[in-house]
């Protein structure tokens, strides 16, 4: 259920962002595309922040998994 | 007759309390939708650390936010005080986007930024983040109807004058929002606000980074600032080459003081790279010119060309001349409003009638206007081309200094390095000045490049003042710049005392590196992952 909720959430989303290209496109494109500027650009930033945890998850495994290797040698 | 020196006074002071709180407004801009970011990372993963992020982030949006509030509010009522006459002009038009700016944009922000700084125990973080996206587009709202308005003195459309109400009337409200300089404005300066808070929030993480405090958050924060910064500034590029069509063909005068452009010159045109204008000449002087590049960057082709001083000089002449009748028309009007002779010699020579109150100045009465009087008005239609043609040059030279600062600081975060590069983190933390100055030489670009009108080719500044005197004058003056730089002070000290202070991360560690964590040695990677989780 809540799936179909995001799903109707999104495509109500689409549906006012598709609206609004049509009523802006002509006289406020400008305008439109500080809209969409904006939201690509909170959304990159907000990927890259994430895009910074996996990277250290994975540093944190690589190291993890170098220290196990080498106390196994050690053994 | 105005006394010349009220007059300057006036556009000091304007000028004065529009650069001090010129600096705050863009800060606010940027960082409420950077908040805006930090706060979905926080409500999609869950983590902690971004929860603080947005809390600390908040916190310098918060000093900030207060003190551009209050550096704002007197600029409002100097319209009143100090430009009656332009108020009363064009207060029909001028009125109605501050009006909506008030009722709506800032009222929407002041109450939203309250639910956000209080609401973190009481809001669900949903709705919280609802909020601080509201507070965002508030205030970015607030500065699209403030750009509207400004817009309308670059470059008035969708408005008349009515010579029956001696004033200007507002018949197209569509064609005020949807200015081509209102958009490109209004997109141009939202953005910029967006580097100057990613500016912010990456110098300040790097200075974190270079003590080793607060470190994880440093990091994320510098990594998103990076990205941020880097899209924004692409972004403030492209509109910048928006809006200087837009003034090639609304205010030819502000783009030929940009490049101080004495003649006009076939394509293809050399771009003036450094150049000592002066304006009693009419020539450069000292100039290092880069072949084909004015022609591209203008026109967008080779052999592109544009009307320089000479050309601008003589159509204004003619624009004085034609407009003359219009003035005197409306002397007649306003004596007798229906005087059908008068309302018909006004029609035919309306679209010059700013033009006629130019010549004013130096003729009020305009049957006895002399040749040397129409030549000395059409040169006053020169804007200060030493100070725009500069002030261009700084905010392009900053503009291009942050957009390299930002793709090194991408290729640095992406790889997870810039923690270990020393050099960038200090360039990092002196680069904080940057925008600001780039902020305040735009705004000097836009508006020295208007002079010398209020209202673009409509309403000359010298007639736009109010009168008073000029002890009153210097004394308001003195007055507002002591109070403002008490005001950056007072916001200085706030910053870098919370700044100082830090974040507070979890168990109450506010100075150490990198703040306490859960589990120092995790067993594995969900362990690694969860370790900003909330508890």
């Known amino acids: 259920m809540k799936t179909f909720f995001y799903f109707l ?52 495994a690589a190291q993890r998994a170098s220290t196990d290797a080498r106390a196994d040698r050690m053994a | ?283 450069n002087k000292g100039a290092v010119r880069v072949p084909y590049l004015l022609s591209l960057l203008v026109t967008h082709s080779l052999d592109g060309s544009m009307a320089g001083f000479d050309t601008l000089q003589k159509k204004a002449a003619q624009r004085v001349e034609n407009g003359i009748p219009a003035v005197q028309a409306l002397e007649t009007l306003s004596k007798d409003p229906h005087d059908a002779a008068a309302l018909a010699q006004f029609k035919t020579h309306e679209k010059d009638l700013g033009y006629g109150f130019l010549v004013q100045r130096y003729a009020p009465e305009l049957d006895k206007v002399t040749p040397q009087q129409v030549q000395e008005a059409a040169k006053d239609s020169i804007p200060p081309v030493a100070a725009v043609f500069w002030s261009f040059r700084a905010m392009v030279g900053f503009g291009l200094l942050m957009l390299a600062f930002f793709v090194m600081a991408v290729l640095y975060t992406l790889r997870n390095k810039v923690q270990d590069k020393r050099w960038f983190l200090i360039a990092a933390a002196w680069m904080i000045p940057i925008p600001f100055l780039a902020n305040e030489a735009g705004w000097l670009v836009a508006e020295l490049g208007r002079q010398p009108w209020t209202v673009f080719g409509v309403l000359p500044t010298w007639m736009s003042a109010s009168t008073h005197s000029v002890g009153y004058m210097a004394f308001s003056l003195i007055g507002f710049v002591l109070l403002y730089t008490v005001f950056i002070a007072i916001e200085m000290y706030l910053m870098v005392r919370s700044i100082r202070q830090g974040p507070q991360e979890p168990g109450g560690g506010g100075r150490s590196e990198p703040g306490p964590r859960p589990q120092p040695r995790p067993a594995n990677a969900a362990a690694v992952s969860g370790r900003y989780q909330e508890g």
């Open chain 1, 9 to 60: 959430l999104f495509l109500v989303l689409a549906v006012v962002v598709i609206l609004l290209a049509v009523l802006l496109g002509d006289q406020g494109a400008w305008y439109f595309a500080w809209l969409i500027g904006t939201a690509m650009i909170v959304l990159v930033a907000a990927a890259g922040a994430a895009l910074l945890d996996t990277q250290e998850e994975h540093a944190a």
């Open chain 2, 1 to 283: 007759m105005h006394d010349i020196t009220v007059v300057d006074l006036s556009r000091l002071q304007f000028a004065a309390t529009a650069l001090y709180h010129f600096l705050f407004v863009p800060l606010t801009l940027g960082m409420s939708f950077m908040l805006a970011a930090m706060e979905t990372v926080y409500v999609v993963t869950g983590k902690s650390i971004y929860k603080q992020m947005a809390q600390f982030w908040g916190k310098l949006f918060m000093i900030n936010f207060a003190l551009g509030v209050a550096t704002g509010l007197t600029m409002e009522f100097q319209f009143g005080t100090n430009w009656s006459f332009y108020s009363s002009f064009v207060g029909d038009i001028f009125g109605a986007p501050l009006a909506i700016e008030g009722l709506m944009a800032f009222f929407m922000e002041s109450t939203f930024v309250g639910l956000m700084v209080f609401g973190w125990e009481r809001l669900s973080k949903g709705q919280h983040l609802a909020v601080t996206w509201l507070v965002a587009l508030g205030s970015n709202l607030s500065a699209l109807w403030i750009l509207v308005a400004n817009s309308f003195m670059q470059d008035p459309q969708g408005a008349a004058f009515n010579p029956t109400t001696m004033r200007m009337e507002l018949h197209s409200f569509q064609q005020l929002i949807f200015n081509p300089d209102a958009q490109s404005k209004f997109v141009h300066t939202s953005i910029a606000g967006y580097v100057t808070a990613a500016i912010f929030v990456a110098g300040i993480s790097a200075w974190y980074m270079l003590k080793k405090r607060h470190v994880d958050l440093a990091k994320r924060s510098f990594r998103m600032a990076a990205l941020f910064g880097v899209l924004a500034t692409i972004g403030v590029i492209t509109l910048g080459d928006a809006l200087g069509f837009v003034a090639a063909h609304a205010q030819p005068t502000k783009l030929a003081a940009m490049e101080a452009l004495w003649k006009t010159e076939p394509g293809p045109m050399p771009f003036n790279l450094i150049a000592f204008p002066d304006q009693s000449l009419q020539q």
